[in-house]
């Protein structure tokens, strides 16, 4: 079992900029690829960032390519997403997933433990 909490959401202005940590427990961190969905109100979940066991590998959706990043640090058991030249259209609850393997993908299903989320705001 693995349990993951998310932090650093919260109301931003258009254009800038925040960060997010998921922290994780349980099982050994590293066996683990991870990835960050989003939720916005009224659509489904989608994928936004996903990063390999050993930070080689990185994933991200077209919409946020070139201004998020995604990161680990293994000795941490921690997770983060740095969210750069933030749009009103990022406005979502974003959720820290992982999958219990190696290997991160972009496929919400891939994913066995969900966080709880944490809400980003960017008003206009």
């Known amino acids: 079992q693995v349990q993951l909490v998310e932090s650093g959401g919260g109301l931003v202005q258009a254009g800038g900029s925040l960060r997010l940590s998921c922290a994780a427990s349980g099982r050994t961190f590293s066996n683990y690829g991870m990835g960050w969905f989003r939720q916005a109100p009224g659509k489904e979940r989608e994928f936004v960032a996903a990063i390999s066991w050993s930070g080689q590998r990185t994933y991200y959706a077209d919409s946020v390519k070139g201004r998020f990043t995604i990161s680990r640090d293994n000795a941490k058991n921690t997770v983060y997403l740095q969210m750069n030249s933030l749009k009103p259209e990022d406005t979502a609850v974003y959720y820290c997933?992982?999958?219990?393997?190696?290997?991160?993908?972009?496929?919400?299903?891939?994913?066995?433990?969900w966080g709880q989320g944490t809400q980003v705001t960017v008003s206009s």
């Open positions: 997933a992982a999958r219990a393997s190696v290997v991160a993908t972009t496929r919400s299903y891939d994913y066995n433990y």
